[in-house]
């Protein structure tokens, strides 16, 4: 069996490639990144393994490699400015989240091996945008409050209509926050484990935040990859929201931090108003319960138990 995977210098593309490689699949992994996806290790037969630069403005370049590679299973993480950059080059992340997926489902449309052939998309919670219904199940309305989610949208919305009007084997993850080790700073779950870490070995002396109030679904993204590779191992393909069900705030991020390594967060955080853009009042709580009623897909792993999987591995780096 053959599988693509786009992103792959990416958090959840890195952690497919691995998920994959167990499951004795050759990976052709696809990144814009190269000298990053190089640096990083990827357990399994290097045979298994294949790793290519690709510049996602090429038209036809997808059409090209699928042909060539013959896939059996597709999943796309390729994606431009998540986490604090979401209104940041609207054009490019347009390009690159919502026109680049099509491109991918019109390759597969006409490869000769379309049946052949599972695709599965990394949709976003930030779709919801400004909610109205609590939690949000497949059924709430979209509404994104960004370039980000907006395009998102338009990849999600496509690739309903390339499985209803042609028949193409593919769904989308309607994937809510979730973290890990390889996380980059930008996000806020990472910012905060690193800076306890620097805090405890005497690097800094204070973290800066604008919200302790903020509140997300937060989930582990080995166990939210696990459950995207469940989607595409059915016969009847669909689109699943996967989250965690249940909401923390930035404050429980912080005392799971520090927590762990025996420092009290009042001492170190401080909060400081900016002009964000971003809706803080949004309260995106995913409900997972169509993914676990069809797939037994769950999220296990608490956010306290994450975050202290990131201290750790920062902890760790740092000394």
């Not at 980000?148 to 009007?165: Q, T, V």
Request: charged share 25%; proline share 3%; glycine share 6%.
């Amino acid at each position: 069996m053959k599988a693509i995977v786009t992103g792959v210098s990416g958090q959840d593309g890195y952690y497919m490639v691995q998920k994959l490689l167990a499951e004795g699949y050759e990976v052709l992994g696809l990144t814009s990144n190269l000298i990053h996806a190089q640096e990083q290790v990827f357990d399994g037969d290097a045979e298994s393994f294949k790793l290519l630069e690709f510049d996602y403005t090429l038209s036809n370049g997808i059409q090209i490699i699928i042909e060539e590679y013959k896939p059996q299973v597709f999943f796309n993480f390729a994606a431009k400015s998540s986490g604090q950059g979401m209104f940041d080059h609207p054009h490019e992340i347009h390009r690159l989240n919502g026109v680049f997926v099509i491109e991918i489902l019109e390759a597969i449309r006409q490869s000769k091996r379309a049946d052949k052939i599972v695709f599965c998309q990394a949709s976003s919670s930030e779709m919801y945008g400004a909610v109205r219904d609590i939690p949000q199940t497949e059924e709430t309305p979209f509404n994104p409050q960004s370039p980000y989610g907006a395009a998102k949208l338009y990849a999600h919305n496509m690739i309903k209509i390339y499985r209803s009007i042609y028949g193409l084997r593919c769904c989308s993850a309607i994937l809510f926050n979730h973290e890990s080790v390889r996380r980059s700073t930008d996000f806020v779950t990472k910012k905060i484990a690193n800076a306890a870490a620097r805090i405890k070995l005497g690097l800094v002396n204070e973290l800066s935040l604008n919200s302790l109030e903020s509140k997300r679904d937060w989930g582990y993204a080995p166990e939210y990859v696990d459950a995207m590779y469940k989607m595409t191992c059915t016969e009847s393909l669909d689109d699943y929201i996967v989250a965690s069900g249940k909401l923390s705030s930035v404050r429980d991020l912080c005392e799971a931090a520090f927590e762990f390594v025996e420092l009290d967060y009042n001492d170190y955080v401080q909060t400081q108003k900016t002009d964000t853009r971003v809706t803080e009042s949004m309260s995106l709580l995913g409900n997972p319960s169509k993914i676990k009623k069809d797939l037994d897909w769950v999220n296990k792993k608490s956010i306290r138990e994450i975050m202290s999987e990131l201290v750790e591995y920062e902890y760790e780096s740092l000394k």
